[in-house]
């Protein structure tokens, strides 16, 4: 190599060197602050404990004419559901039956859920369209229609946390790891495990697979 | 991978011993009656040999070859009300090695694909924070440490049809919900430090920008140890199916955590106990009571080949082949069995073994046109073992729709065609 290379190279090492590192506050000013009216604008939730609620109220009566009106194409005039689209009422004591009916007031724990979900991702298709007292008038309906409240009942942010879930109770954190501990079973066997094995059910008899089985086998 | 190195050596032939017959051997790839005619294709000049193909510029984005036009996603009409909020499955029986191409990665939506300009995209970070923030795609691109990373993604309800038993016959119906991706972004701890966690920050929702407005709750140790915030999937930008141009990864815990779309995260002091994570996502038990916050994906293993899609067309040398995951941690072995689980040998793990990645693992053997029963067992790092189906039955009943990650029965007839099965 020559020495005019080697000096050029020098160079080259001095000014990668040269380049700034990142001050190490560990910020890196990346960012702008949020504004209280974005914040306000993208902060919907709503939590078991009543926050996030909007002020506001609504009657079993006015989400009954909502319903109809906007939901009711999709989830049956009773809620009671179209076709595969999700049942909203009904089902209680089903939990331990051979096919259970998972609805607002059969299996959902909070009630914050149904008033969040609603608020954020319904009228299907046209979703965040509903105003505070919309949405407190479909809860209350959806309420009434389980036999949570009865017909009269208006639901209100003052009144929200009254209104218990019966299905709550059930619910529990995960605990695979003590309740499935003998998974973890570090020597599964390996020869002889089973005496011998029959097959006990097969796809092909229920056939439900959709198109792209090959059905063309000829084994050369 | 070292434990399976020792088995590298062993014969294909020793694997069938047991279940073929002793005279089997003989088959090999069928008598040759006649004269061997020669193959026109070698003997004939064909089209492409003779005439000139399209230019370079012929396809600015490359597809694949015509040939490959039945490698597709495919949806089960039947289990979801219409499209725009429905899954489709990866074809795990047409893939190789451990990466899924970009547009093979099965879809999940809620409410159709968001399509965002990105230039018009934002993600606001606040809550229980020191400074509320907000950045664009081009902020986000200028943080520092940025990370790639190779992670499957499963939809919980992967299998989720099987519980009661053999219903779909295919690896890509019972196994398809999921992908195994390179990632480019940022450790999603990045973007927190920045706006600050105050101390009473315990838990961290994520949000998606599309109609559905997808929440998670997330455990704000998981979303510091190891979650990120990425835009590239491949080398490339993420595709609009797959949360362009902004998606949150959350390794080894369940696909419907991983928010696409992702505009949103806000810190508070409890879970926010959403839709996604109390009436659906949460396993429901034979008693009744219903576990929630099951976030990990347990091991988990599938053989694709032969599947019911692609079942066995030749005897002789044949190629079993297979994925396995777990996201606990590094797959560290895999077991196959072909007598319906009376006797296992250790496959043979191929490519990198990497923690909350798929796992590709062979088994090289002769087929000599018996029946096959044809499992395959996964172990991941913690000493977790993938149960039978029916071992996680007795803990769950049938009812849990989400995390069946039992072992799948493969039944190869003598004809080759191959089903579904349950087994005893």
Redesign the interface.
Known sequence: MSRSSSALIGLALAAALALPV?AQS???G?????LPE??QA????????GVGLPPGKGSVKEGEVLFLERCAA?HGEFAEGV???PVLAGGQGT??ADR?E?T?GS????L??AF??IR??MP??N??SLTADETYALVAFLLNMNNLVAEDFVLSRENFLTVKLPNAP???????EK??RH????T???????P?????????I?????????KS???? | MGANGKERGTSRRGFLAAAAGAGALAAGGGAQAQAPKPDPLITEPQDWNRFLGPGVDAAPYGKPSKFEAGVIRRNVGWLTADTVSSINFTPLHQLDGIVTPNGLCFERHHAGVAEIDPSQHRLMVHGLVEKPLVFTMEDLKRFPGRVNKLYFLECAANGGMEWRGAQLNGCQFTHGMIHNVWYTGIPLKAVLDEAGIRPAGTWLLAEGADASAMTRSIPIEKALKDCLVVWAMNGEALRPEQGYPLRLVVPGWEGNMWIKWLRRLEIGDQPWQQREETSKYTDLLADGRSRRFTFVMDAKSVVTNPSPQAPLRQKGPNVLTGLAWSGRGAITRVDVSIDGGKNWRHARIDGPVLPMSLTRFYVDFDWHGEDLLIQSRAMDETGYVQPTKDELRKVRGVNSIYHNNGIQTWHVKTNGETENVEIL
Do not use: H
Not at chain 1, 107 to 110: A, G, R
């Open positions: 990142l560990g910020k890196t990346l960012g702008r602050p949020a974005e914040i993208w902060d919907i939730d709503v939590r078991p404990d999709c076709g595969r689209w939990m331990t259970p998972k607002i299996f959902w724990p909070d914050s859920t969040d979900y954020r991702a299907y298709g979703a965040q059930s619910f529990f954190d995960d605990d695979r309740a499935e998974f973890w079973n570090r599964p066997c390996l020869s002889n495990c089973k011998d094995t029959r097959i006990t059910g097969r796809a092909a229920l056939d439900v697979t959709p198109d792209g089985g090959d086998i000829k084994v050369e």
